[in-house]
């Protein structure tokens, strides 16, 4: 029976939906099984679909690692783990083929592929490039003797890091990337109280944010409390902020990394309201911005709210 995997998890391919997202003028991959690569039916005026195989690797590998660029992915662990498990599927690719989903234009579309009068279909949206000026502010105050003290354990010098995160999130899964503008100390001098809450952050500390940067992101550890009962964290829409804590209890898949859904979480409210003024939370299991766990994992409709293809 024919059927679509994906290469890795998290790179833009959603198997609960069979939908995957391709940049505009930019390539997807992704894995066929048991059907032939010469018989799939697709719009070649929107996409162009290919094979990739041992001898002409070499080509894709560098098409990825212009993406990785230009989704402001640097020395990142997950794109080159992307790299590495396409490199396997070319050399050695079993029963599988590897598959380039180049989008040429932004459309929605669909592949199909059949086999013995079976077919499997591939909804394939075609989405712009974006981009999104975010700066980081790590927030020091006095404690109660009056020393100065530093309240995250990320700090300026975990700028690319932190960037690194977002762009792995957000670059293959939605052709979206963070240009960090600024990333320093934002140092307010005085007692701000622990936990610190929505007054004390809009009285002493929002004023703090890059005067131009789309999103400020602050970093205020583990001493947060909101009265919007948010565990990771929160957006604070009017201002174009958000507030990030270190250890969330935000509840995540098995394997996921408890601090980059927590980033990515917040930011994910802010990229959905842009583009589409929802808020709050949906409730699709695994994903995103789930209300229930969640993992780093974009599907097709957070796609849709946060960088659709046109209609
Ligand atoms: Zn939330």
């Known amino acids: 029976m024919p059927r679509f995997t994906a290469l890795q998890s998290a790179t833009g391919f959603d198997p609960l939906r069979n939908f995957l997202v391709v940049g505009e003028g930019r390539s997807s991959f992704l894995l066929l099984h048991d059907a032939r690569v010469e018989n799939l039916k697709f719009d070649a005026t929107k996409l162009d679909v290919r094979a990739v195989t041992r001898t002409d690797y070499s080509r894709y590998a560098h098409v990825l690692q212009d993406q990785f660029m230009a989704w402001g992915l640097v020395a990142e662990e997950s794109a080159r783990g992307f790299a590495g498990a396409m490199h396997a599927a070319a050399t050695y ?23 013995r009068g079976v077919t499997a279909e591939l909804h394939v949206a075609v989405v712009p490039q974006k981009m999104v000026t975010v700066a980081f502010r790590f927030v020091q105050h006095r404690d109660a003797s009056g020393a100065m003290i530093t309240l995250s354990r990320w700090t300026p010098y975990d700028r690319r890091r932190l960037s690194n995160m977002l762009n792995w999130v957000y670059g293959p899964q939605l052709n ?17 109280g622990h936990p ?13 944010k890059h005067p131009s940067a789309d999103l400020t992101v602050f970093f205020l550890g583990n001493g947060w409390k909101s009265q919007k009962s948010e565990v990771a964290g929160t957006m604070f829409y009017e201002e174009g902020a958000a507030v990030v804590v270190d250890d969330s209890q935000i509840p995540v898949t098995d394997g996921a990394d408890r601090f980059a859904v927590t980033l990515a979480h917040e930011v994910a409210h802010y990229l959905r309201d842009a583009q589409s003024g929802f808020r709050g939370h949906h409730d699709r299991p695994g994903v995103l911005l789930s209300g229930g766990t969640e ?13 659709p293809p046109p209609a």
Do not use: C, P
């Open 295 to 307: 993992s780093t994992v974009l599907d097709k409709q957070l796609v849709y709210d946060m960088n």
């Open 93 to 115: 690719g079993g029963l599988a083929h590897l598959l380039s989903v180049r989008g040429k234009v932004r459309s929605q579309s669909r592949i199909r592929a059949t086999r």
């Open 176 to 192: 979206v990337t963070f240009d960090v503008v600024d990333a320093d100390w934002a140092r307010v001098d005085q007692h701000l």
């Open 196 to 208: 610190i809450d929505d007054e004390a952050f809009l009285r002493h500390i929002v004023g703090k």
